[in-house]
């Protein structure tokens, strides 16, 4: 069973940068591919970025290509999110997650999940 545990969020203006951390407990991390995905008020839980289990391969959806990296380290058990850029469209909760595959990451599926970390954009 492995616990996730987002942090980093908060207020930003916009054009700003937040860098988001997620550290995992209790199981195998290095296996899993991992991902982050967020949800706005009124809108579903969609993919922001996919890693996959090396850091080797990557995911981004199209809304935050060029502006958003993922990054693992799995000596530390951590995955991070660089958000540079940021805009008002980018306010929502962030949440971080894990395996089974790349494939159900990208199409919103994870086995574990974080509960989550706000971010919020001023314009």
């Known amino acids: 069973q492995v616990q996730l545990v987002e942090s980093g969020g908060g207020l930003v203006q916009a054009g700003g940068s937040l860098r988001l951390s997620c550290a995992a407990s209790?199981?195998?991390?290095?296996?899993?591919?991992m991902g982050w995905f967020r949800q706005a008020p009124g809108k579903e839980r969609g993919v922001v970025a996919a890693?996959?289990?090396?850091?080797?391969?990557?995911f981004y959806a199209d809304s935050v290509k060029g502006r958003f990296t993922i990054s693992r380290e799995n000596a530390k058990n951590m995955m991070y999110l660089q958000m540079n850029s940021l805009k008002p469209e980018d306010t929502a909760v962030y949440y971080c997650?894990?395996?089974?595959?790349?494939?159900?990451?990208?199409?919103?599926?994870?086995?574990?999940w974080g509960q989550g970390t706000q971010v919020t954009v001023s314009s």
């Open positions: 209790g199981g195998s991390f290095s296996i899993y591919p």
């Open positions: 890693i996959g289990w090396s850091g080797s391969s990557t």
């Open positions: 997650a894990a395996g089974p595959t790349s494939d159900t990451l990208r199409v919103g599926r994870a086995t574990y």
